[in-house]
């Protein structure tokens, strides 16, 4: 179903000039952006990725990869890639009551049994690459032998969140069960030397020891562990965990603020040459690390500077982005960083819903004032914009409202990415990590809505 907008709802762009092309609503839409019938797709395809052939495992995604040159990684994406795993098991267990009656919680049951023996059979079987070990055979239940980036450190704490997550439901795996395979991911995150350890970043182009999105996401899983352990009784481990947040890790945004206030990937002073190759001061990882940490990685001025910042970026790289604003639809489409050259360098589906599920939590937070609200203002291209929760949630509907525009003509099956002149999706059709960062940002508006009623 075609999603329509009645002019009131439009505040076009031009109030705080043209580089930033984001669209704005002026209310909330009456319905969620993507409807009933689209959300039971989206699930459907989501779950469908999701505990392969009893195995546990993920699959990143079933379709085509033209992206990647020829001769390339044989079999595409049809592996398990702990980070993406990890983060659609997490999501999983939001998005499903492993408790409830049906179907679908039958399934998210089994799954979340499966993926704790996934994980069990990777951490003793991987001879020594456990921890930073990215990409995964499903068959064989082995390390993918090809040439990859590597070493890759963000998997095991995002392992561990979810392993984590799964205490919480009666009808999981035992908190035995999961303590010993989060121990043995956390035992390494709270080391110095992983910490410090030159990685890969999540896209698995640069290398860097102080990504914000592989810090964020170590400082998230050790608090979260330190809890865990506390709750397990062993103090030890609580106290090392606590340490090593507080110590090694600090606030894991301080050295990632540049010139204009906004976040950044790679640390603000420029970082490795790898860094500074791919120009990642803007990169959509940082936006997934707002969404994904469990505290404030900068207050709200500083948030509002980033989507400031991105949207000027990305607006200036897409045509498509140019070409939507310019026919009022709302939003805004992001991608990964302003160098990327895979298939072309587009519009990412999971990092557009990511800022859609940023504006949503912020509706759930305190509204901003003084000169937080005048920079929200300037990020969302509105002079009217009041910081209210439906201010936000107006936003955060834009956003999906201009990635249901490009995602309904393939009837919600989710791709990869969005071509950044025909506004077509491309690559890796049903990228189950699209798919999870989508139906978040449904469940994130749905918190509001539940929070406040959203009359308009």
Not at 152 to 180: F, H, I, N, V, Y
Not at 188 to 201: F, H, N, Q, R
Not at 389 to 399: I, R, T
Request: glycine letters at 8%; a negative charge; one cysteine or more.
């Amino acid at each position: 179903m075609a999603v329509k907008y009645s002019s009131a709802l439009l505040l076009v762009v031009g109030a705080f000039g043209a580089e930033n092309c984001f669209v704005s609503l002026s209310a909330p839409l009456n319905s969620p952006p993507f409807d009933d019938d689209a959300v039971k797709v989206m699930r459907t395809y989501f779950l469908r990725n999701i505990n392969v052939n009893g195995t546990g495992a993920v699959v990143a995604a079933r379709g085509d990869v033209p992206a990647l040159p020829d001769g390339c990684c044989p079999g595409g994406y049809t592996y398990h890639w702990m980070r993406d795993g990890a983060l659609s098991m997490h999501a999983l267990q939001d998005l499903v009551d492993l408790e409830g009656e049906g179907d679908e919680s039958a399934f998210a049951r089994e799954a979340v049994k499966s993926y704790a023996g996934w994980v069990q059979r990777m951490q003793a079987g991987s001879h020594g690459d456990a921890h930073t070990e990215p990409k995964w055979n499903i068959d064989s239940q082995t390390p993918y032998a090809g040439g990859w980036c590597r070493p890759q450190t963000d998997g095991p704490p995002l392992r561990a969140r979810a392993l984590m997550k799964a205490a919480d439901w009666k009808s999981g795996p035992s908190k035995e069960t999961l303590w010993g395979l989060v121990k043995f991911d956390l035992d390494w995150v709270a080391k110095s030397g992983s910490i410090s350890l030159e990685t890969c970043d999540l896209w698995e182009e640069t290398v860097d020891p102080n990504f914000l999105w592989n810090r964020a996401m170590m400082r998230a899983a050790l608090l979260d562990g330190g809890a865990f352990a506390s709750s397990m009784g062993d103090e030890t481990r609580a106290n090392s965990y606590n340490e090593a947040a507080a110590k090694l890790l600090g606030k894991p945004a301080t050295d990632h603020t540049a010139a204009d206030g906004s976040l950044t990937e790679c640390p603000s002073d420029g970082g490795t040459d790898s860094c500074k190759k791919y120009a990642k001061s803007v990169d959509g990882a940082v936006i997934l690390s707002i969404i994904h940490s469990t505290e404030a990685l900068g207050d709200s001025e500083t948030l509002a500077n980033t989507v400031e910042s991105y949207n000027k970026a990305f607006c200036g790289l897409y045509a498509v982005n140019q070409q939507d604003s310019s026919a009022g639809t709302p939003g805004v489409l992001y991608g990964r960083y302003v160098k990327d050259s895979y298939g072309g360098g587009n519009p990412w589906v999971l990092i557009t819903s990511a800022l859609a599920s940023l504006l949503y939590q912020q509706a759930q937070h305190q509204p901003p004032a003084g000169a937080a609200l005048t920079a929200w203002q300037r990020a969302l291209n509105s002079e009217s914009f009041d910081g209210s929760p439906k201010a936000f949630v107006a936003a955060g509907d834009a956003v999906l409202s201009r990635l249901h525009r490009h995602v309904a003509p393939e009837n919600f099956r989710l791709f990869e990415q969005i071509d950044r002149e025909s506004g077509k999706q491309y690559n890796a059709e049903d990228l189950t990590w699209s798919y999870a960062e989508t139906l978040m940002a449904l469940k994130e508006r749905a918190a509001v809505t539940l929070a406040e009623p959203l009359v308009v």
